[in-house]
């Protein structure tokens, strides 16, 4: 009888899988470890991926690939905490995630998972800024920005005392500024 070579080697094959399945395990003793096993070890803690959710992340400092680790904050929603922590100069509380728009995501559910450092601010000096750059700031709009300009022509520089103390604009817009101007 004629075996073909590719039978030939399936029988070998079939052959070896039969006395790995069946014969080696019946004659290795169970104290014993088989070589062609791995045997079950632990992972060192520096291997070990440690889980985001119980760390606190401070908003100021982060960075992207770490709000990624939050559950249900992905690429898209890390860049627009990222992009809106820039337009403001830096958090203030954590309740200001609450401003930026997330469509399927509840944010005040994972405000326990952030922290925020004021000392991280960076506070922006109005006399040295352009119109289109204070214009850029989330809290004002047009028309407060103007307020702001028309001030500094009138007073020849312009800060943040100088705007609370001639009350050039609201007092709730002055406090939610405050912050974020010197």
Known sequence: M????????????LGILTMALFVLP??????????????YSRLSDTTQP????????????ADS????????????????????REQLGGFHSTRQLGEIRFQYLNIDSLL???????ALIRKKELDTMSF??????????YEDVQLIFNAKRKFGK??????ESQKVLPPFKLKKIKPYFK
């Open 65 to 84: 690939t770490t709000l990624i680790g939050v559950r249900g904050i992905g690429p898209y929603y890390a860049k627009k905490i990222l992009r809106y």
């Open 158 to 163: 312009i800060n943040y005392s100088i705007l």
């Open 112 to 118: 326990p998972c952030f922290s925020v450092n004021p």
């Open 132 to 141: 289109k750059s204070v214009l850029h700031h989330p809290y004002l709009e």
């Open 50 to 61: 440690v889980p985001l959710k119980h760390l606190v992340i401070e908003l100021n400092s």
């Open 2 to 13: 004629f075996i073909r070579k590719s039978e030939k080697k399936g029988i070998i094959t």
């Open 26 to 39: 019946q004659t290795i003793h169970k104290s014993e470890c088989p070589i062609f096993l791995i045997p």
